[in-house]
């Protein structure tokens, strides 16, 4: 959405307390009772393309606070930041970290992101849940901002839909939802992300896929001046990260074994490891009801 469109539908959050947001062909519908107010067309595929500028956000909760902050945001705060010219793309828990949330946010580049940070951050609907969403947290400055790694690396999100909030009341709870999600997260010296990505690519991709991952994303550092300063970013960071899918649990364990007995493939992690400052990182994840990604 552009800035003048970002900035009227602020206003009318304002003076309107009562606006609900529905869906009406190919457009989102803002209404005030039965009566339409504002609309804005729902993306297309190639904006669906979503991520030339993408966050990697991982949140610090309160002991027993994920599920408070999850309710919180899958109702209040999907919509909401997309009004405003970005794309939530997905939003998870930390199977192996019970106080995590992590989830993944997208821009269109560097000035569209400082445009639609600051009219949601600047805007009622933030001021209306930040207090609650603050309550449930302990950190949220972990965050990586990335580019795609190679054209066609970023995430397609064309003919993904993502349930209503009232179609998933009764199921965001993380055992009963499917969709298996894996970052890995590779540390490298400064300078080397390119052949890093590249080889990665040529090498690394047809293993992963082979023993049944389906890569979603590969995504190197962007090194560009963070535009939203309130929000800060580790800019000192240089990795590479791979975002990849599996039905459930169950399949990435096999896939993950399959891995572990294949020589050609530990013969691929030792060469990529070398430009590496430390071991990957590796988060496994489940989606919440409303994640895009899963």
């Known amino acids: ?13 304002t003076l309107h307390h009562d606006i609900r947001l529905t869906k009406q062909d190919n457009r989102s519908v803002y209404k005030t009772g039965q009566s339409p107010c504002f609309e804005i067309p729902i993306m297309n595929r190639s904006s669906r393309l979503a991520s030339p500028v993408v966050e990697l956000r991982q949140y610090t909760l309160k002991p027993g606070k994920r599920e408070t902050l999850i309710a919180l945001f899958d109702r209040e705060l999907v919509e909401t930041q997309e009004a405003t010219g970005m794309t939530v793309i997905g939003q998870f828990r930390d199977l192996d970290r019970p106080d995590m949330f992590v989830w993944l946010r997208g821009f269109d580049d560097m000035t569209a992101r400082k445009d639609a940070l600051s009219a949601f951050y600047d805007g009622p609907v933030w001021a209306a849940h930040r207090d609650a969403a603050n309550a449930t947290m302990i950190d949220s400055d972990d965050v990586l901002l990335l580019k795609p790694a190679w054209q ?3 995430f397609d ?4 839909r993502r349930p209503a909030a009232d179609e998933t009341e009764n199921i965001n709870g993380g055992s009963r939802l499917p969709g298996f999600v894996e970052i890995s997260i590779h540390h490298l010296r400064p300078g080397v992300e390119a052949g890093f990505a590249e080889r990665f690519q040529a090498e690394a991709v047809p293993q992963l896929v082979a023993n049944g991952a389906r890569l979603l994303g590969a995504f190197i550092s962007e090194h560009a001046e963070n535009t939203f300063p309130r929000l800060p970013v580790r800019a000192a960071e240089n990795v590479f990260i791979t975002v990849t899918s599996f039905n459930d649990g169950g399949t990435h364990a096999g896939h993950q074994a399959a891995l572990a007995a294949s020589l050609e ?5 030792e060469t990529l490891q070398a430009v590496a400052t430390k071991p990957a990182e590796t988060l496994r994840l489940t989606p919440t009801a ?3 990604l899963r």
Request: hydrophobic fraction near 55%; include cysteine.
């Open 157 to 160: 999100l064309s003919g993904l």
């Open 265 to 269: 493939w530990l013969a691929i992690r």
């Open 290 to 292: 409303r994640s895009l």
């Open 1 to 13: 959405m552009c800035a003048s469109r970002a900035t009227a539908l602020q206003s009318l959050l």
């Open 152 to 154: 066609g690396a970023g």
